[in-house]
Each structure stands twice: as structure tokens, then as C-alpha cells.
């Protein structure tokens, strides 16, 4: 449905005598009807929508939906129907040499894009529209589907499973045959073959004469998944995301909705793609925060993909080397069920870990000096660098450099009352939780161990592209990042240069720690764990352990010999709850020990959350909204809220936010507190916007 100009919307219109947001509307409709979702989208609020409705300015109407973009198309030439070839070269092309060098061709390939004759024939347009008028050749307008796929890979038959996977192949492939909802959890080391169950299990649903879904977290790790797919099943293969361009997708969604291929893959959105007989869904990294949506319909895609496997009747395959809490606290209680790969193929090692404390690198060399590259990590990439090994240098960015942070004993400043980092501001002075606003000075000295050794943790990354450009000036270089992702296509083809040993170092953020498989790769460091633990989010231990074992993982991949990789984890924090456990692989004792934690303050999987963001572009009314929207959850005895509180991204875009935290052990309790403060949020000024978040992933 959709919105239109009625004739008194116009006048006024033409009138200049309305208010600036009912003008904004209606001047979005004097072209014509709009979707109300574009308009929504366009930052009108549903109420403000309403009332031009209630006073006649603006009508309901019936949109038929269509596609921005169109397939393309290419204009062919082929032999016309019942020519007689050689009648026609000893007929009327018997003194028309062009004409009748074309008119073989034609007959010798079939059916011809036109542009593939023009190398051959400069003025193939002209001898094309002879022999059309000569009755000899049909010109026509065929689809064109565009190259989305990249570089076939060769073939690549099944493998021999080792014991392992053929244990954990085995009830997907019942429940494919059974066509039972059922959901598994594979937890599988780095290196241990998940995509070879994956594979097998897709080639389980065709043979059903079913569908297969798989989706990936992040759009650079289609390539890689997809390459496999296409070296087991051929080019039956559509690719849905967020990359593509509008007719390139219209084209891959078209080849889904029709039919003619049977395999999808694609980051969170393809969960949506139109496969009616859904054999399998597979879920690779199932743990990664990239599948929660967290624009518009805030869903997360694990949780529609149970929904969409329970309808379509087929497994659901969650994967991961670290699952999340939440998935491996449902396997543990029954709910999944979970299928183990304990060690790497071939009996490759796990790489070796090493953790560089800061603090004492910081006394050998001085303490007014930041440290980008220990002695022990420039050390061992220089031996790595000799012996023709690549390097993988992780600079975590999801971080603030707002924590004070303690270089004696690693201690960040926490709210006693939340366990998440203090956030520093600079303007009021004051250490700030984001959760319930507590807030106290800046100490002069760390409160955990009393040393006056403090200071502000922060560090970018061409800062150490700079030091590392610097160390070691012939070493092949490349950095992957939030701005050098910006350029279309300059990450896939870093990791292919990094995949066909064309680099010899990448600085790289998260998006080097996912899933890719680096042959060449013998070491990876990284540069300051801590960025990302201190942030004032009850996820922040869980995410840098997960961090920090996936791009551990990155190390002594299948290669050419069986040397295990290493891995250097610089930090100020070594005896952190979250980095020790990395040094022995140990995903067991970092879970055992985050599930106590997380139970003892009533924190998901135990608790249940709803997340408020208030913003405005105006602070006091921003603030006074928020706290308004805070009374307005009425909460019953056994939910808390807390806030409002500045949002850790206190301003974003012009706009000021501010945030509630719903939190309680009764999920029906929560979300009726929350569907409350929905509710009074839909009923505050046009000017503020509220968003409540059932399920927050994100929390900054």
C-alpha cells in the first residue's frame, strides 16, 4: 500500500501555508504515489503519516510493487528457421563476401551475442541488418545474466571424511531424508572441515530433489564458501547481498522465485530468499553479530532461520569454532543438539599462542612510549618474512579510546552495579556507565591495585600500517579496514592476493579473523587485545575471546607442510578471563567460567533484555523523552530498568541518544514493559525518535 496527493494536499501544497514536516511529506508525493515503507523510511513518522491521512491532504492507494532495476539484456543474432545455408551463399550471398563471412559464423555458433562478433566484424550493425532484411537472420533481446559468481573453481569431488565428520554427518543427513525441523549445533575447531559437512549436507537436499540456503555473516566470506559450492555443484548457484547492485540482484532473485537453481548464499538478507521446498539452512559462524539486523525490522537471522526451518520442514545447521552463549547454552539444555569436531584435518596441530604482556614490554622500554610491535612479535615476523610465511596483524577497531585503563595490573574502570567498562567524558570530567548512568571522577589512581599508572587505551591501524611500512620496507603490505572496504572490490582482491601468496603482510580488523582459509599463512599477531574487552557492553569478554580465537585460527591452515602456525596476543591484560583461555584452545573454560558470570547478574542466557534508544537533535528534550519513556514501562516486580543513561555513541549524525535497559527473567514480563514503552515512543514529537530493541546485540 501506498500514499497519493489528493487534490486538497495539492493546493495546500501549492498554498506554501503548512508546517515544515507536513511539507517535507507531501512534497515526497507531488511526483506521484509512494510506498508508505519509502516514506517511513524517509523519516516520517507513522503518526505524522496518520494525520495527513485524518485531514484529506494525502489518500490510501494500491501500489503494485516493481523492481528499481531490470534484468539486462543483450541484443543475439541467429539463423532464421528454414534458411537453406547453401542456397542462401550460392544465392543472394554469392557477391557479398562480409555478409556471407558473418552469415558462417552464425551458422557455426548458433544463437550469438552481438557484441562477441564486433572483434571479427567492425561493422557488424550494418551486415547484421542486410542479412535481417534479407530474411537470412532473426535479430532479437535475450537476457543477459550478469557474472556474479567470479573465478570457477575446479572440480572438486566429495572427500574421504574422517571419523569425525562421518559421525557428525550422519543425523543431518537423517533428518535432510526425515525432513525433520530439527536444529544442530556443529562446534568444530578451526581447520576441523565444517565445510565439508556443509557441502555433503547441501548435496544431501538436492539429491532429495530439495533446496539448500547457506548463509555467512559478512560478504567477503561468500566468495570463499561459494567457490567450494560451485567446485562440488556447478554454476546452479544464486548469490544474494548487500554488494550487489540492484539489476544484479533482481536477476539472482529472479533465478531463485523461477526455479532454475536450487542452492542460495548470502550474508543476513538471504534468509529471505524464495525457495519454496527448503531442503537444508546452513548458518556459518553462527556466533558473529553481523546476522542481527538492527535497522528497520530488527530480527536476528538465527532466530528466523529456526522459524523458516520449522515451516519448511529441514535441518538447521548452526556452525561455529566458538559458539555463541546463547546457542551453546540451548545445546547443553536440549534444545540443539550438538555434534562435535574436536581436532584440526590430517592432525594438523592448532597453532601455538604466545601473550606478550605489555606492561613489561612497557619497562624495558620506557613508559612514555606506546608499544605498536613488541620485541617478540617484530622478532617473529621478521623469521616469518625469511622463511616465506605470511603475516595476519589484527587491530581490533571495535573500540573506543575512552576507558581508563590500568598498565600495572590491566583493570579497567567498572560500574559496580552493571560489571561493564566506565566510559570517560571528557566535557563533564566523569567515568560514565552507559547502563544506569552511575557516574564517579576519574581516579588518580587504578582502584583495583592502587597504581597511579593510568591512562587512556586506543590505537589505529595506519598508525601500525606506518611502524610496519617502517620495520620492514620490502615486505609486500596491505590493510583492510572500515575505509579501504569503502572501494568496491579492494577487499576480495586482498584476500585473493593474500590467498595466492601475493602479500606478505595484511593489517587487517575483524574482517580478517572470519572464516577465510589462508594456506600461506604461519603467524598472526595481534596488535592490543584490549581494544574491544573494555567496552562498556556485557558481551565485550565474550566477543574478544571469539575474536581472538577466530583469527587464531587463521594460522597453519592446509598448506604444504604440517608445521603448526603461531599466534602472538600483545595485551595488557594476560590473566583476562577472556584471553587466557586462548593460549590453550580452551573454549570449555572460557564458557564455563562466562555462564557464571553471566548468571550471577542476570544477564542472557539467564536473563532477558530490551534495549531503548532515544534520539533528538535537540539534548534536554532528547533526555527528558528518554526518562519519560523509562517511568512509562510501569515494570513488574520481577523487571528492572535502567537508565537513561547517554549512549555510548552519545551523538551520531546530528542527533543526540539516549538509552534504556529493560532486564528481567521473565521474558513475557520484559516485552510487555517494553511493548509499553513502544508504544508511549510512537506518541512522542516527530522530532524524537524512539527504537526498542527486544533482543539487542549491539549495546552501544
Known amino acids: 500500500s501506498g500514499l497519493a496527493l489528493t487534490p486538497r494536499g495539492r493546493a495546500a501544497l501549492e498554498a506554501d501555508a503548512l508546517p515544515s514536516e ?53 541484443r543475439t543474432a541467429e539463423i532464421a528457421a528454414d534458411v537453406e545455408v547453401e542456397a542462401a551463399l550460392s544465392g543472394p550471398l554469392k557477391h557479398a563476401r562480409q555478409q556471407a563471412a558473418l552469415f558462417r559464423r552464425l551458422c557455426q555458433t548458433g544463437r550469438t551475442p552481438v557484441t562477441a562478433l564486433t572483434g571479427d566484424f567492425p561493422t557488424v550493425a550494418a551486415l547484421l541488418r542486410a542479412l535481417r532484411d534479407r530474411g537470412l537472420v532473426v535479430l532479437d533481446q535475450r537476457p543477459a545474466p550478469r557474472d556474479v559468481l567470479g573465478q570457477p573453481l575446479h572440480q572438486e569431488p566429495p572427500v574421504e571424511l574422517t571419523p569425525d565428520q562421518a559421525d557428525v554427518l550422519k543425523p543431518i543427513l537423517d533428518a535432510i531424508r526425515g525432513r525433520e525441523a530439527r536444529s544442530f549445533l556443529l562446534h568444530g575447531v578451526t581447520g576441523s572441515g565444517k565445510t565439508e559437512v556443509y557441502l555433503q549436507s547441501v548435496g544431501e537436499a538436492l539429491r532429495q530433489g530439495r533446496q539448500a540456503l547457506v ?34 540482484r533482481v536477476e539472482q532473485w529472479q533465478r531463485l522465485h523461477t526455479g532454475s537453481t536450487p542452492i542460495a548464499v548470502g550474508a543476513r538478507s538471504a534468509l529471505f530468499a524464495p525457495l519454496e521446498n527448503l531442503g537444508v539452512i546452513i548458518i556459518d559462524e553462527e556466533h558473529d553479530s553481523a546476522y542481527k539486523n538492527e535497522e528497520g525490522f ?35 539444555h536440549g534444545a540443539i543438539r550438538r555434534l562435535v569436531l574436536p581436532s584440526r584435518i590430517g592432525g594438523r596441530p592448532l597453532p601455538t599462542v604466545k601473550i606478550v604482556d605489555l606492561n613489561r614490554e612497557r619497562e624495558k622500554v620506557g613508559r612514555g612510549r606506546k608499544i605498536i610491535l613488541s ?14 610465511g605470511q603475516t595476519i596483524l589484527l587491530l581490533n577497531r571495535r573500540g573506543f579510546s575512552t576507558q581508563i585503563f590500568c598498565f600495572q595490573c ?30 564517579v571522577p576519574p581516579p588518580d589512581q587504578c582502584s583495583k591495585c592502587g597504581a597511579a599508572d593510568t591512562a587512556l587505551l586506543g590505537l589505529g591501524t595506519e598508525r601500525v600500517e606506518e ?51 589462508f594456506p600461506g599463512v604461519r603467524l ?42 603461531r599466534v602472538i596476543i600483545q595485551t595488557y591484560a594476560p590473566d583476562h578471563d577472556a584471553v587466557r583461555p586462548v593460549l590453550r584452545h580452551d573454549y570449555e573454560a572460557f564458557y564455563a567460567r562466562e555462564l557464571q558470570h553471566r548468571a550471577a547478574l542476570g544477564y542472557p542466557p539467564f536473563g532477558h533484555l530490551a534495549h531503548v534508544l532515544v534520539s533528538g537533535e535537540n539534548e534536554a528534550r532528547t533526555r527528558e523523552a528518554a526518562t519519560a519513556l523509562a517511568k512509562s ?35 513475557a514480563a520484559v516485552h510487555a514493559a517494553a511493548a509499553r514503552v513502544r508504544a508511549a515512543g510512537a506518541r512522542l514529537p516527530d522530532e524524537l525518535l524512539a527504537v526498542v530493541d527486544t533482543q539487542p546485540v549491539n549495546m552501544l
Request: proline residues 6%.
Open 524 to 565: 598472526v599477531g595481534v596488535v592490543l587485545a584490549d581494544i574491544g574487552l573494555h567496552l562498556p557492553d556485557f558481551r565485550a569478554a565474550e566477543r574478544t575471546f571469539q575474536l581472538l580465537t577466530q583469527v587464531a585460527g587463521r594460522a597453519g591452515r592446509p598448506g604444504h607442510d604440517l608445521a603448526p602456525g
Open 633 to 667: 514501562a510501569d515494570p513488574a516486580e520481577n523487571v528492572q530498568v535502567l537508565g537513561p543513561a547517554p549512549s555510548p555513541l552519545a551523538r551520531l549524525r546530528g542527533r543526540f541518544r539516549y538509552q534504556l535497559l529493560i532486564k528481567g527473567h521473565d521474558v
Open 215 to 248: 548463509l555467512v555473516p559478512e560478504i567477503t566470506l561468500t566468495h570463499q564458501i561459494l567457490a567450494r559450492l560451485r567446485g562440488r555443484f556447478g554454476d546452479d548457484i544464486a548469490v544474494l547481498h548487500s554488494g550487489l547492485r540492484p539489476g544484479e
Open 410 to 439: 590491566g583493570f579497567a574502570e567498572n560500574c559496580p552495579n552493571c560489571d561493564i567498562a566506565l566510559t570517560y567524558h571528557a566535557t563533564e570530567q566523569q567515568l560514565l556507565c552507559h547502563y544506569c548512568n552511575h557516574s
Open 467 to 517: 611502524e610496519v611500512r617502517t620495520r620492514f620496507p620490502g615486505a609486500r603490505l596491505a590493510r583492510l579496514d572500515r575505509d579501504t572496504a569503502q572501494r568496491r572490490g579492494f577487499t576480495e582482491q586482498v584476500l585473493r592476493d593474500l590467498r595466492q601468496r601475493r602479500l606478505d603482510i595484511v593489517i587487517g580488523t575483524q574482517m580478517v579473523a572470519k572464516g577465510h582459509d
Open 375 to 388: 620485541d617478540p612479535l617484530a622478532r617473529a615476523m621478521h623469521e616469518n618474512l625469511a622463511a616465506g
Open 22 to 74: 507536513a511539507r517535507r511529506a507531501l512534497e515526497k508525493l507531488r511526483r506521484g504515489a509512494r510506498p508508505t515503507v519509502d516514506l517511513r523510511r524517509s523519516r516520517l513518522s507513522a503518526s505524522l503519516l496518520a494525520d495527513l491521512t485524518q485531514d484529506g491532504w494525502v489518500d490510501e492507494v494500491d501500489i503494485e510493487w516493481q523492481p528499481s532495476a531490470r534484468p539486462a539484456t543483450e
Open 298 to 332: 530488527r530480527y536476528h537471522a538465527r532466530d528466523l532461520a529456526t522459524r523458516r526451518a520449522k515451516s519448511a520442514g529441514c535441518p538447521l545447521l548452526l556452525g561455529s569454532a566458538t559458539p555463541s552463549l546463547e546457542t551453546r547454552y540451548a545445546a547443553d
